[in-house]
């Protein structure tokens, strides 16, 4: 049976509409994921908290791997997450959503394949367009039909973190087109790719980026615009879960058909 999964990322700990919620552990090859499953009416639903459900993983830490593989196992075939992000575009203020389109990668220290050469060869995918667009279309609807106004584009710029970034470079993540800045959506994007998973991000615009802001960054500051901002998370969240359909056929899920398919 296919279904629909959510990562939370910062701020977003539990799914907090799901029911019968149940906590498990999953071990892949990649090693154990940890997520939680409950029912929206019917409908199984997978919630995934990215750095944990007490923030006890930083960004450069996450076994990415693990976590889409473990999706997979679970017959997830799309996923929305949500993501916490700095702004480098004026227009783009704190409380704002966004739903990116593009993403520029400046991780350092992450295994962003599973076509590494081992267990799945060697694969070079397609990424003209990095972010499923069917999941984009249906999170664009959701939020108009919430009443909540959601920037519809958006380039996503991939730090290492876990520190924030200077002013010098985010004066040139600007001059590259980044409109957001946050830590975690590569290479989870490109993962849900190669796994032939829909994928598709809410960022929450918490602060504007470092030099941009009048004041210095605190992750205080990330966490409460979070808090301040959730329910617009969850009024997404909750059309979604009712009305997406995760055995809608897309493109993402033959993504690496030209390799032979991606099979656990
Ligand atoms: N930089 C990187 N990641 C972030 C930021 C930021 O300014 N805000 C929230 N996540």
Redesign the pocket.
Known sequence: MSRLAFIGG?GVYDPGILQNISSHTIETPYGTASYESGFFGDREIIFLARHGVHHTIPPHRINYRANIYALKMLDVTAVVSTT???SLNPDYKPGDLVLVDQFIDMTKSRIGTFFDGERYGVAHLDMTHPYCETLRQAVLAAGKEAGITIHPHGTYIC?E?PR??TPAEIRAFRMWGADV???TNAPECQLAREAEICYATISMV??F??GISKTE?THKE?VDCMAQNISSFRKIITILSGSYDPDTDCVCRHAAAAFGGFHL
Request: without cysteine; aromatic residues 6%; hydrophobic residues 55%.
């Open positions: 910062t916490a992000v700095g730090t973190g924030f970034e800045v946050g830590m918490t602060n980026a470092a960054l990330v």
